[in-house]
């Protein structure tokens, strides 16, 4: 090596290592991303740095808007035979899931939304990677949407220093769309280190203002400035350590920054700005070795045989190194400082790193404060009337676990119908303890297990009871299908026919909110995800609402199909239909390391268009899509007396996934007039999240913005 002005060299060997950094920072119809570029050669000048990396130029090749996918995958392939010791490759831009496919897509400039073919599969990224090449460790580091879902299992105990919460693994392990991503996956083989920006049901953030994308800022920061203390190694070989009288080891604890110190360092910036957290996975420990120099640790001299280091021990040394560590330790007050600032108010405007799929709830923190009340407004539109925990760890009857609720449906004043979503399917007749006046205090009083017929997965998600309550229509994301039950004895009495497309073209989230008009002649079923065919624009799903027409407990045919378009970053849960083809709209998601974003939306369908015979809605203009109004973001209600198992913008917010509308106004109270508004959360079977009901006061006369 050559002179590194007194920084020993890492583990890896820099002169027979190469890294290929890839990019896409310019689209033909996607986003533009200029922070890529940024990116890019900041990442370049780091890893060649000689207080950092150390590489020579010449084996760092930078990949910029590869038009074709064997421009993107040459280079990598030829850093494969060329590197003997350690490979780094380094993606950034739009990224996309597609479940059917089982994995992630990386994209090209001309890449389309929903088009698979304009897309790189991981998948053939790691196969390049080989297996019996040269490289001794192969470093696989992602910057796009969803890139979490790279990683092998995604369960407690997998990742390298517990990088997964159990709270997170439990979350993806309840998901169905987790179930098909990951089910068979062997995301290490060929891989000794993989870093990737967000979980795997999040979106990767590209800050409005901001020189590089959120996390590979982070990540630069880190190199550029190093981590001082001895936390920067962390757990480094014994040959660390010396014995008295001998040199200090060139390579001890603060000479180098691990991976996993990195990883650690990125994660805990990015956690104080509330934003998506990285994580990671490893073979054999990679992580805990040294990795690239630390340049917030000060060269350690080399000491002469017999002899003492010029200038060690005096007392100026010393106290050059006390300021640099204030220093320091002032600098991350202020970013610490200023990072509250931010988490008070809403992101500006914040560009996504994604295509398609799933996503991350908005950006909104709840402040703390003591004797916040449990009860209050909301909004203009909406006050919480309190919530209830009674449901959470309960069995019904000593026997049967009441948990995994997913929909709710009134049955009188203050009794309901809930769906479980577990198997085997089952509904529970629950006594709601209010009519809205107070707040709930809910029990289970009696309990259906519903039967279905003709084989396959059942997996019920909607729920409406029909008039005289006999029988209940359930939306099955499973099939998809509606079926109805009789509810004396859970018996299956027939199917709803769906349209082609709603079958053809959805994928494993697809009918998941249910909802029949006041008189029962329409019926209502929303999809959680967009089809294949309609996919996402600027991070918001283009869903579809089918409307049925017929009689309670009669037939149903489909009548129309509407566009509707959820928020960035959430998905239709719910949905209650008021009448004259207005509804409410719940939208929900959830992201690791941020907790649960619950609003409900009011939403107009009497001039949207019938896009029943629509292939894709990605064409379709603004005045096609439902008018949607905000009556309210739970996020923004009052707290008081709430918990949360897991982390949450505000520990009121749960996995909320049933909705139902009170069958009369409120006749006394400080909401007297308004309708009670009931949700019930889904705890997916999990010690980390909580059955809660929820009890709102509502206008909802309101008419649709135009």
Known sequence: MTDNGGYPDPVFNPAESACVIIGVDSYTTLPQLPAVRNNLKALRAALTDRTIGGMPKRNCRVVLNPRTITAALRPVEQAVHTAKDTLIVYYAGHGFLDSKQEGLYLTLPGTEAGKLHSGIPYAWLRSVLGTRTPPRLRIVILDCCYSGSVIKGMSAGTMAGGAMSTAAATQLASSRLGEALFEGMDSMEGVSYLLTSTPWNVEALAPEGEEYTAFTGEFLRVLREGIPGAQAAGRVPEAASSEPGEPPDANGPDTHLTLEAIYREVRRALRAKNRPLPQQQS???????????????????????????AGAGGPGDGATDRELERQRERQREEEEQEARKRRTRRRGLIASLCVAAVAVPSFVWWQSRDEVPSSGDCSDDVALIGHSDALDGVEYEAAVPVDGLSALAMAGPSRAWALADNSPGRIFELDLGTTGASPPAARAIDMRTLHPTGG??????????????????????????????????????????????????????????LGASPGGRYLYAGLE???????????????????????PGGTYVADKQYAYQSAAGLRMSELVALGGDRLLVLETNHAEGQGNAVRIFGADLSRAKDVSKVESLQSEPVDAFAKKWEPVDLVTCPRGGSAAAQPQLNPLLENAEGMALGTAPLASGPYK??????????????PHQITRVYALAIRVGRPAAE
């Open 529 to 551: 995800a967009p089809l294949f065919r309609d996919g996402k624009a600027r991070g918001r799903s283009l869903l579809r609402i089918q409307r049925f027409k017929g009689t």
């Open 673 to 686: 007039g308004r309708l009670p508004l009931f949700l019930v959360s889904d705890n997916n079977n999990s």
């Open 456 to 513: 396959g997965r059942f997996d019920g998600e909607g729920l409406v009871l029909e008039q005289g309550g006999r029988t209940v229509l359930v939306a099955s994301e499973a099939g998809p299908s509606i079926r109805r039950f009789r509810v004396s004895d859970g018996a299956e009495l027939g199917r709803i026919e769906l349209p082609h497309n709603l079958v053809r073209w959805a994928g494993p989230e697809n009918l998941e909110a």
């Open 283 to 309: 073979q054999n420990s990679i992580e805990k070795l040294p990795f690239v120099r630390n340049r917030a640790a000060r060269p350690v001299p080399q000491v002469p045989q017999g002899g003492q280091a």
